[in-house]
């Protein structure tokens, strides 16, 4: 058996360094604690490559399939003699990737954030708590126990939360971080109960022992979990649609997605960690892990997919109308995460049927760098420019040649223009789509065209548009610029690693084919989107005089395109925006949102209602005493029989 | 029986008593400084904490009126420890009052009566002790000599008291009635379940109800919360809760086993509204002392699930969370106490801006307050989330559910408290408060331990093995 135990120090890494900052950051090394924590970060990054290549390409298979591993297990706790938490690091290829993943963009988050953040008061508590983000991250993927799963999925929500509120001086990035504590608390409630669940049915919180019980048919546990059931449906729908409604939390899906616009309101490297790459995959990496259980129950499944393409869908509408950056951004995030979920959901275990669980994962891979590269851009604009609105911006190209081409090339791997790294990952999703269910491969594929209009929206309206006002102060330090280069770089190579050798549902290479005859209606469709985003949003204000002039010479212009222009801003302005884009940005700012404060209100006035019952007066609460043995003597002596 | 196991049996007891005799003297004796005294009585206390370590041994005495194993020596050690805590804490309250010494005799009289209630082997003395451990509490309530509210909480609670005292000895007396006998072991034989028993078992539980202060018997909760003073609000909502608790859980896992049948949905409904109703008052209120007073309510709620789960998972939860409780509300009460002693303001909303003037009391109360609503990796996490498993056992999964979604709201106020201590703008916040030592010490004591039982396994494997015997 391979010796994994070095692994350890991957996530222990950040744990020291957040209790060494935490404790005497502020008072000891105030400017020296960025570097204190990137230099960490860089030796738990370099650790976890050593790892992923000694497990990918080493020792970590055996006859051509790669092996789980728990490469460290300690016996934490011992509940009652069946149930047991422990604390344990699994290695297979899914954790392995995800420790690569997530130290990779934190050590670029920590290296951009030494320019971006440089000055601010709190620098060393900035870097303690990322650093205890990253920790808790890590321990989440590596867990092999699911009460340790829960235990860092709480840690990362409460260290999110501190990161969200950093600037705690801003009345908005308070609310915004209260908002998403409680949304995800919420959800997290689900999760709490699947386990409690999964445990009760399963005998036990270890994940490897629960997938070999609950997707063995024949066993006891699995027969009385699918036996067992509650308003028609069985327990282990149940149990797997709470511990997806937990993942769905942490991934923004549909309906708990309100907090993640919000969240935008913390700084904007944090949204580069936790909005791209890290937390709010945390759900999809859930599902993956249960996966082999999932697969055993075609309901959980579908509602997996069907959530994870509407939730594609809905939010890829809303980010073509959005105009703050970042929340564009954020946005496209929820598409992209609806994305890899549905992919989860129409796969299944094992053989060529997985390829829907490979596919999701590589997106997962190939996303987490060209949005994490997207956010940082975007931090790097906002560094310049002092706002986040579309409108204040326009021209930057000129003034950051760096960030601008870094941002176009996240933006085409995003929209999934080939060669680029999203482009490997999309096309598999879709043909995972395709084969199982076209109704999901129509809501991607327009999807797809709609990711590419919005995000070359966001692309030409920062740096194109208009001729720049902005006084430059120069484009930002090497720390800002140099993760924007390497993230560009992977935003184009990453795509081209043979993921579906390393990375499937049974650990055995899945043999893939490019379909070039496959890829042309996406691909087409994406260019197609991407030249209407070029033609509406390069120039400013440029249309309606076009328009003017074409009236004069109406012959020459309307065989060329003025007809399809018109058509197309009909369509756009005066159709698809006011009367699609904002009623649903409507519904989901009032009705989902407002759902929720009503909950809030009706708490409240429950709570104002039974005011009366707490009178103060001594007679009053011996008449509720008596009243309340009565009504328990009446209930119990005549009634309960 | 030698006359050393006698005294061993007994010793924690003694220990106490002896410690009551040695402060009547000193009372008798010359006048000394409050400070002086103070270091006295909790070295004392202290060596009393200790000492409850030293030659445990089980058995029975006097004709079974009294027993004890190493479970019931390791709760009566936690409420040593919880009384020496509450004792530093309350330092600044005490270095300037007249009566200091009478205020200790009462509570060590009231702690003597818990530990005898707790060893109890019959049903007069376990009345006996409950007796001993509720009259002296409402003298210590009316210890702020000079406030009304004060002399109305204790008038409040000795009412409230004598009416639940009442109808419980009306209870225990149709038991006998009905039975034949006031032995715990004795009387499992005799329950069959007739109306009469049952009435008098509900009379029996409203009696525990009461003093836990379980959603409807809690309404005197709130009034001498607030009115006592904070050392006694305290030493009511953490010390005198867990000795009850202590002997309930005990008590319906042996003696009522055979009426399991009604008290497991008695507990259901019970503890859903205890939960409920204690978090919606939480949500509104602004005195801290109250706000602490409706959610350790809905704390026992949540106790109140995992005894519902009867199983030796029940027992070791419901003692490991109520360790973990006397941390973190301790934490959270010394905060307060130290507040309201050296300021007099007991406002949430004078709290807020705390962190700007006083950064360390400000993370103290954070962590006891994210302990108190279960965040990890505080210990109030495991604790909460064991109670869930224990009760999750007979599958009733609606009350789970319900308790697990009050974790969220309960999450939102405590959250607010938070808000207010570190985001909040505040013209005057509370000056800058230098903490006394014994205070300090305690603070440190209860942080460790919100931190470290959680975190150290050893604490609950522990009183998982003594949890047998149920």
């Given at each position: 058996?391979?010796?994994?135990?070095?692994?350890?120090?991957?996530?222990?890494?950040?744990?020291?360094t957040f209790i060494v900052l935490g404790l005497f950051g502020r008072k000891y090394f105030k400017t020296f604690s960025g570097t204190i924590g990137t230099v960490s970060l860089l030796i738990s990054t370099i650790v976890s490559f050593v790892a992923a290549i000694q497990y990918f390409f080493v020792d970590g298979k055996v006859n051509g399939i790669y092996q789980k591993i728990i490469a460290f297990k300690y016996t934490w706790l011992e509940f009652s003699p069946n149930v047991s938490i422990d604390m344990?690091?699994?290695?297979?290829?899914?954790?392995?990737?995800?420790?690569?993943?997530?130290?990779?963009?934190?050590?670029?988050?920590?290296?951009?954030?030494?320019?971006?953040?440089?000055?601010?008061?709190?620098?060393?508590?900035?870097?303690?708590?990322?650093?205890?983000?990253?920790?808790?991250?890590?321990?989440?993927?590596?867990?092999?126990?699911?009460?340790?799963?829960?235990?860092?999925?709480?840690?990362?929500?409460?260290?999110?939360?501190?990161?969200?509120?950093?600037?705690?001086?801003?009345?908005?990035?308070?609310?915004?971080?209260?908002?998403?504590?409680?949304?995800?608390?919420?959800?997290?409630?689900?999760?709490?109960?699947?386990?409690?669940?999964?445990?009760?049915?399963?005998?036990?919180?270890?994940?490897?022992?629960?997938?070999?019980?609950?997707?063995?048919?024949?066993?006891?546990?699995?027969?009385?979990?699918?036996?067992?059931?509650?308003?028609?449906?069985?327990?282990?729908?149940?149990?797997?649609?709470?511990?997806?409604?937990?993942?769905?939390?942490?991934?923004?899906?549909?309906?708990?997605?309100?907090?993640?616009?919000?969240?935008?309101?913390?700084?904007?490297?944090?949204?580069?960690?936790?909005?791209?790459?890290?937390?709010?995959?945390?759900?999809?990496?859930?599902?993956?892990?249960?996966?082999?259980?999932?697969?055993?129950?075609?309901?959980?499944?579908?509602?997996?997919?069907?959530?994870?393409?509407?939730?594609?869908?809905?939010?890829?509408?809303?980010?073509?109308?959005?105009?703050?950056?970042?929340?564009?951004?954020?946005?496209?995030?929820?598409?992209?995460?609806?994305?890899?979920?549905?992919?989860?959901?129409?796969?299944?275990?094992?053989?060529?049927?997985?390829?829907?669980?490979?596919?999701?994962?590589?997106?997962?891979?190939?996303?987490?760098?060209?949005?994490?590269?997207?956010?940082?851009?975007?931090?790097?604009?906002?560094?310049?420019?002092?706002?986040?609105?579309?409108?204040?911006?326009?021209?930057?190209?000129?003034?950051?040649?760096?960030?601008?081409?870094?941002?176009?090339?996240?933006?085409?791997?995003?929209?999934?223009?080939?060669?680029?790294?999203?482009?490997?990952?999309?096309?598999?999703?879709?043909?995972?789509?395709?084969?199982?269910?076209?109704?999901?491969?129509?809501?991607?594929?327009?999807?797809?065209?709609?990711?590419?209009?919005?995000?070359?929206?966001?692309?030409?309206?920062?740096?194109?548009?208009?001729?720049?006002?902005?006084?430059?102060?120069?484009?930002?330090?090497?720390?800002?610029?140099?993760?924007?280069?390497?993230?560009?770089?992977?935003?184009?190579?990453?795509?081209?690693?043979?993921?579906?050798?390393?990375?499937?549902?049974?650990?055995?290479?899945?043999?893939?084919?490019?379909?070039?005859?496959?890829?042309?209606?996406?691909?087409?469709?994406?260019?197609?989107?991407?030249?209407?985003?070029s033609y509406l949003y390069k120039k400013e204000n440029d249309k309606p005089a076009k328009l003017a002039a074409s009236f004069d010479g109406f012959y020459q212009a309307a065989h060329k395109k003025f007809y399809v222009d018109e058509v197309y801003l009909f369509i756009t302005k005066k159709i698809v925006f006011p009367l699609v884009g904002q009623p649903i940005a409507w519904v989901d700012k009032y009705i989902v949102d407002g759902f929720m404060n009503l909950l809030a209100s009706i708490t409240a006035?429950?709570?104002?209602?039974?005011?009366?019952?707490?009178?103060?007066?001594?007679?009053?609460?011996?008449?509720?005493?008596?009243?309340?043995?009565?009504?328990?003597?009446?209930?119990?002596?005549?009634?309960?029989? | 029986?030698?006359?050393?196991?006698?005294?061993?049996?007994?010793?924690?007891?003694?220990?106490?008593?002896?410690?009551?005799?040695?402060?009547?003297?000193?009372?008798?004796?010359?006048?000394?400084?409050?400070?002086?005294?103070?270091?006295?009585?909790?070295?004392?206390?202290?060596?009393?904490?200790?000492?409850?370590?030293?030659?445990?041994?089980?058995?029975?005495?006097?004709?079974?009126?009294?027993?004890?194993?190493?479970?019931?020596?390791?709760?009566?050690?936690?409420?040593?420890?919880?009384?020496?805590?509450?004792?530093?804490?309350?330092?600044?309250?005490?270095?300037?009052?007249?009566?200091?010494?009478?205020?200790?005799?009462?509570?060590?009289?009231?702690?003597?009566?818990?530990?005898?209630?707790?060893?109890?082997?019959?049903?007069?003395?376990?009345?006996?002790?409950?007796?001993?451990?509720?009259?002296?509490?409402?003298?210590?309530?009316?210890?702020?000599?000079?406030?009304?509210?004060?002399?109305?909480?204790?008038?409040?609670?000795?009412?409230?008291?004598?009416?639940?005292?009442?109808?419980?000895?009306?209870?225990?007396?149709?038991?006998?009635?009905?039975?034949?006998?006031?032995?715990?072991?004795?009387?499992?034989?005799?329950?069959?379940?007739?109306?009469?028993?049952?009435?008098?078992?509900?009379?029996?539980?409203?009696?525990?109800?009461?003093?836990?202060?379980?959603?409807?018997?809690?309404?005197?909760?709130?009034?001498?919360?607030?009115?006592?003073?904070?050392?006694?609000?305290?030493?009511?909502?953490?010390?005198?809760?867990?000795?009850?608790?202590?002997?309930?859980?005990?008590?319906?896992?042996?003696?009522?086993?055979?009426?399991?049948?009604?008290?497991?949905?008695?507990?259901?409904?019970?503890?859903?509204?205890?939960?409920?109703?204690?978090?919606?008052?939480?949500?509104?209120?602004?005195?801290?002392?109250?706000?602490?007073?409706?959610?350790?309510?809905?704390?026992?709620?949540?106790?109140?699930?995992?005894?519902?789960?009867?199983?030796?998972?029940?027992?070791?939860?419901?003692?490991?969370?109520?360790?973990?409780?006397?941390?973190?509300?301790?934490?959270?009460?010394?905060?307060?106490?130290?507040?309201?002693?050296?300021?007099?303001?007991?406002?949430?909303?004078?709290?807020?801006?705390?962190?700007?003037?006083?950064?360390?009391?400000?993370?103290?109360?954070?962590?006891?307050?994210?302990?108190?609503?279960?965040?990890?990796?505080?210990?109030?996490?495991?604790?909460?989330?064991?109670?869930?498993?224990?009760?999750?056992?007979?599958?009733?999964?609606?009350?789970?559910?319900?308790?697990?979604?009050?974790?969220?709201?309960?999450?939102?106020?405590?959250?607010?408290?938070?808000?207010?201590?570190?985001?909040?703008?505040?013209?005057?916040?509370?000056?800058?408060?230098?903490?006394?030592?014994?205070?300090?010490?305690?603070?440190?004591?209860?942080?460790?331990?919100?931190?470290?039982?959680?975190?150290?396994?050893?604490?609950?494997?522990?009183?998982?093995?003594?949890?047998?015997?149920?």
């Amino acid at each position: 058996m391979p010796n994994y135990a070095y692994i350890l120090l991957i996530p222990l890494q950040p744990l020291a360094t957040f209790i060494v900052l935490g404790l005497f950051g502020r008072k000891y090394f105030k400017t020296f604690s960025g570097t204190i924590g990137t230099v960490s970060l860089l030796i738990s990054t370099i650790v976890s490559f050593v790892a992923a290549i000694q497990y990918f390409f080493v020792d970590g298979k055996v006859n051509g399939i790669y092996q789980k591993i728990i490469a460290f297990k300690y016996t934490w706790l011992e509940f009652s003699p069946n149930v047991s938490i422990d604390m344990g690091i699994i290695v297979d290829p899914i954790s392995v990737m995800m420790l690569v993943v997530v130290t990779f963009v934190s050590l670029m988050v920590h290296v951009f954030s030494l320019g971006y953040m440089k000055g601010e008061d709190r620098f060393a508590t900035y870097y303690a708590f990322l650093s205890l983000f990253t920790f808790s991250m890590l321990g989440l993927i590596l867990s092999s126990n699911i009460f340790q799963v829960y235990i860092f999925w709480e840690l990362v929500g409460v260290s999110s939360f501190l990161l969200i509120g950093y600037y705690f001086e801003k009345p908005s990035a308070v609310a915004a971080s209260k908002k998403a504590f409680i949304v995800t608390r919420f959800a997290d409630l689900g999760f709490l109960i699947g386990i409690l669940l999964l445990g009760f049915y399963g005998g036990t919180l270890d994940i490897g022992i629960l997938i070999e019980r609950l997707t063995a048919v024949q066993s006891p546990e699995y027969t009385a979990m699918a036996a067992a059931g509650f308003l028609g449906v069985s327990a282990l729908t149940w149990a797997l649609t709470l511990v997806f409604i937990g993942g769905a939390g942490k991934s923004a899906m549909f309906p708990l997605h309100i907090w993640l616009p919000d969240a935008m309101e913390g700084p904007t490297p944090v949204s580069a960690l936790i909005h791209a790459a890290t937390m709010v995959v945390a759900g999809v990496y859930l599902v993956a892990r249960l996966f082999p259980v999932f697969n055993m129950d075609a309901a959980a499944l579908q509602v997996v997919t069907y959530t994870g393409a509407f939730s594609a869908l809905l939010a890829a509408v809303i980010a073509c109308t959005q105009t703050d950056i970042k929340r564009v951004l954020a946005y496209s995030t929820m598409s992209q995460i609806g994305y890899m979920m549905f992919a989860l959901g129409v796969s299944k275990y094992g053989g060529e049927d997985g390829l829907g669980y490979m596919a999701s994962m590589f997106h997962l891979f190939t996303h987490a760098f060209f949005k994490s590269l997207l956010f940082l851009g975007a931090g790097a604009v906002i560094h310049m420019v002092h706002s986040n609105d579309m409108k204040d911006m326009g021209g930057l190209r000129k003034l950051m040649p760096v960030t601008h081409i870094a941002f176009l090339i996240a933006c085409l791997a995003i929209a999934g223009i080939p060669p680029f790294a999203g482009f490997f990952s999309k096309e598999e999703i879709l043909l995972a789509a395709f084969h199982s269910n076209k109704l999901i491969y129509g809501v991607a594929l327009f999807t797809a065209a709609l990711t590419a209009f919005y995000m070359f929206r966001l692309y030409f309206s920062i740096f194109w548009s208009k001729e720049s006002t902005v006084q430059s102060h120069g484009e930002g330090p090497l720390s800002m610029k140099l993760p924007l280069v390497i993230l560009a770089a992977c935003a184009v190579g990453v795509g081209f690693i043979p993921f579906s050798s390393l990375v499937t549902s049974d650990g055995e290479a899945l043999e893939t084919h490019m379909d070039i005859t496959f890829s042309i209606a996406p691909v087409g469709l994406t260019l197609i989107a991407t030249l209407l985003a070029s033609y509406l949003y390069k120039k400013e204000n440029d249309k309606p005089a076009k328009l003017a002039a074409s009236f004069d010479g109406f012959y020459q212009a309307a065989h060329k395109k003025f007809y399809v222009d018109e058509v197309y801003l009909f369509i756009t302005k005066k159709i698809v925006f006011p009367l699609v884009g904002q009623p649903i940005a409507w519904v989901d700012k009032y009705i989902v949102d407002g759902f929720m404060n009503l909950l809030a209100s009706i708490t409240a006035k429950i709570s104002a209602l039974i005011k009366g019952l707490q009178s103060g007066k001594v007679q009053n609460y011996a008449l509720y005493f008596f009243s309340g043995i009565a009504a328990l003597a009446v209930l119990f002596i005549y009634l309960w029989k | 029986m030698m006359l050393v196991d006698f005294f061993i049996l007994l010793k924690q007891e003694l220990v106490i008593t002896v410690i009551l005799f040695l402060l009547l003297f000193i009372k008798l004796g010359k006048d000394r400084t409050n400070e002086s005294l103070l270091i006295i009585i909790n070295v004392l206390l202290f060596l009393n904490f200790v000492a409850g370590f030293c030659c445990c041994q089980e058995g029975m005495l006097f004709n079974e009126m009294f027993r004890t194993t190493n479970l019931i020596v390791l709760e009566k050690n936690i409420l040593n420890l919880a009384i020496w805590l509450i004792s530093l804490q309350s330092y600044a309250w005490l270095k300037t009052h007249k009566h200091l010494i009478e205020f200790y005799i009462l509570l060590l009289t009231t702690l003597l009566g818990m530990f005898f209630m707790i060893s109890s082997g019959n049903l007069l003395m376990f009345y006996l002790g409950l007796e001993m451990s509720t009259i002296p509490l409402a003298a210590a309530a009316n210890f702020d000599l000079f406030k009304r509210q004060s002399s109305e909480a204790a008038m409040k609670l000795i009412i409230s008291s004598a009416f639940s005292s009442a109808l419980l000895l009306f209870g225990i007396s149709l038991l006998y009635g009905t039975s034949g006998t006031l032995t715990f072991s004795e009387l499992t034989i005799h329950l069959n379940g007739a109306p009469l028993q049952i009435f008098s078992f509900i009379l029996l539980l409203s009696g525990f109800f009461f003093k836990i202060s379980a959603v409807p018997f809690h309404l005197w909760t709130a009034d001498v919360y607030e009115g006592a003073p904070v050392a006694v609000t305290a030493y009511l909502s953490v010390v005198s809760k867990a000795a009850v608790l202590f002997v309930f859980v005990s008590v319906l896992y042996t003696t009522f086993k055979p009426l399991a049948n009604i008290w497991y949905p008695v507990l259901c409904i019970l503890s859903l509204l205890t939960i409920i109703v204690g978090n919606l008052f939480a949500l509104r209120q602004n005195n801290f002392k109250r706000f602490l007073a409706f959610s350790s309510i809905a704390q026992v709620g949540f106790i109140l699930i995992g005894i519902s789960g009867s199983s030796q998972e029940g027992t070791a939860s419901v003692i490991y969370f109520i360790l973990i409780y006397v941390f973190s509300n301790l934490a959270a009460f010394g905060v307060v106490s130290l507040v309201s002693a050296l300021t007099g303001k007991e406002n949430i909303s004078d709290f807020k801006a705390f962190y700007t003037t006083n950064p360390l009391l400000s993370w103290i109360l954070t962590i006891a307050l994210f302990s108190l609503a279960g965040v990890p990796p505080t210990a109030g996490f495991f604790g909460k989330f064991f109670l869930l498993i224990a009760g999750a056992a007979k599958g009733n999964y609606i009350l789970i559910g319900v308790a697990a979604l009050n974790m969220v709201i309960s999450f939102y106020y405590y959250l607010r408290v938070v808000k207010a201590i570190f985001m909040d703008d505040n013209a005057e916040p509370i000056a800058k408060i230098k903490i006394p030592a014994m205070p300090k010490l305690a603070l440190y004591i209860c942080v460790a331990g919100i931190v470290l039982t959680g975190l150290v396994s050893y604490v609950y494997d522990y009183i998982y093995s003594l949890s047998t015997g149920f």
